[in-house]
């Protein structure tokens, strides 16, 4: 159906993928819309118009300028739910471990953002690779300084992207560049929030590393400023390794657990979100899921860090499902694609006995992403009204996706050969609020 509040500016021609609900749960005939020969209307104001089969458009529409792209695939963008931006350089970065990984490279890298000519130039950068991979949203950590997430934000806002981050929080067990108190960190993150919170298509979030780098003043402030903004959406790191968990049971021996240690600050909720999420205990999972928290699968970091494997299964459990997202967490993570996350993010469930489909991967990195950090009224989709943040797919990239299409007999077959064998050269386009913010 059109939506008609807009003039129309833009006509886009290709193959449409439409999520509406999860595969998983739904049905594939109930939640995955297909066009083979497909089109989207994009208004002035950079939201849909309308979408569907091209043989069904409008007359209205008919004379606007097209951007066709053939066979190609056309989408909701990627949206990355847990991604950092001052690690933009750093991927690949060996270390023995996920504290040593910190204390070698992370921390010394994230030390050069307290200067704002080099937070600036590194958000154009930052930006510019998420759109070369097809990402459009995200959620992201900065470093500790207040001038890091001025820049991002706008940077973000000057794209017209949908942005959610923040100024990290910590105040021990880190090099001096890189640490605040309780005190300036609650000042800093909460004229951040008067400024950006809701500004346009930005969000605040509120950040503390985790809860190795946070005392318990700094997490009684951190819970405070959660509390006084209910708004705003909260993120941080949760059970991510061994020696992780360990030191956290070591700085907090009256908790019962590391989700206890949040649990405690008044961390948990509906807008919070917690990256990893890998060895949680039966209470911790009922405890998030009872909380309405939000657990971010990170797979291509955690299997390059060694973090250990996700089960998506222990966390789904119907009687106390606990919401999953999937995520590059760059810099641990390996790559900025989604494309190839869901590929790690699919072998990882192998592992654990579980099979993902191309649908459920592809509904989770678009839809799925944007239910879970409260943005599905605004993207996630190719619905009327929603804003023009598109990805544009090649299923014939490169040769070996050039001739592994020659035996797709189905969707399914497209999208799992492109989550496993793809990356940034399929991305053909992206489009932000409806301006094409990359072609390749």
């Not at 007359?59 to 690690?87: E, N, R, S, T, V």
């Not at 990195?365 to 929603?386: M, P, R, V, Y």
Request: aromatic share 8%.
């Amino acid at each position: 159906m059109a939506n008609t509040d807009q003039p129309a500016v833009k006509l886009l021609r290709g193959a449409t993928v439409n999520f509406t609900d999860n595969p998983r749960i739904k049905g594939d005939e109930n939640s995955v819309q297909y066009e083979a020969k497909g089109a989207i209307v994009i208004s002035e104001s950079g939201r849909i118009l309308w979408q569907g089969a091209f043989a069904d458009l409008p007359d209205a529409f008919k004379g606007l300028p097209c951007d066709d792209y053939d066979d190609k695939i056309i989408m909701a963008g990627f949206i990355d739910p847990h991604i950092h931006f001052p690690q933009y350089r750093i991927l690949a970065a060996p270390g023995k471990d996920l504290l040593d990984w910190l204390n070698r490279f992370t921390f010394p890298e994230e030390g050069r953002y307290s200067s704002e000519e080099y937070a600036a130039k590194a958000a154009e950068i930052f930006l510019d690779r998420l759109f070369a991979n097809g990402t459009t949203s995200a959620l992201a950590f900065c470093s500790v300084h207040k001038t890091c997430a001025d820049t991002l934000f706008a940077a973000a806002q000057k794209r017209g992207m949908s942005m959610i981050t923040g100024k990290t929080m910590m105040d021990r067990l880190a090099p001096d560049a890189v640490l605040d108190t309780p005190e300036t960190a609650a000042r800093d993150s909460q004229e951040l929030i008067n400024k950006w919170d809701n500004k346009g298509r930005l969000k605040y979030a509120i950040t503390p590393r985790f809860a190795v780098t946070s005392t318990d003043a700094q997490l009684q402030v951190t819970g405070d400023l959660y509390k006084d903004n209910p708004d705003c959406l909260m993120q941080t790191h949760l059970s991510e390794s061994p020696g992780e968990i360990a030191t956290v049971q070591k700085q907090f021996p009256w908790s019962k657990d590391y989700t206890d240690v949040y649990d405690h600050f008044n961390l948990l909720g509906e807008n919070s979100f917690f990256a990893h999420g890998i060895h949680l205990s039966e209470r911790e999972c009922q405890r998030l899921a009872e909380s309405g928290s939000t657990v971010v699968h990170c797979p291509t970091s955690n299997n390059f860090l060694g973090s250990g494997l996700f089960d998506i299964d222990h966390l789904s459990k119907p009687e106390r499902p606990v919401g999953v997202g999937v995520a590059t967490d760059v810099g641990g993570g390996t790559s900025y694609s989604m494309l190839q996350t869901l590929g790690e993010a699919y072998k990882v469930a192998m592992l654990k006995g579980r099979k993902i489909t191309a649908h459920d991967a592809f509904y989770l990195a678009t839809l799925g992403n944007a239910k879970q950090i409260k943005q599905d009224n605004e993207t996630g989709n190719l619905e009327a009204g929603k804003y023009a943040d598109i990805v544009v797919l090649d299923p014939k990239a490169t040769p070996v996706l050039e001739s592994r299409q020659e035996v797709s007999e189905n969707l399914e077959d497209i999208l799992f050969s492109l989550m496993i064998l793809g990356d940034d050269r399929a991305i053909s386009a992206t489009y932000v609020a409806g301006e094409r913010v990359y072609k390749r």
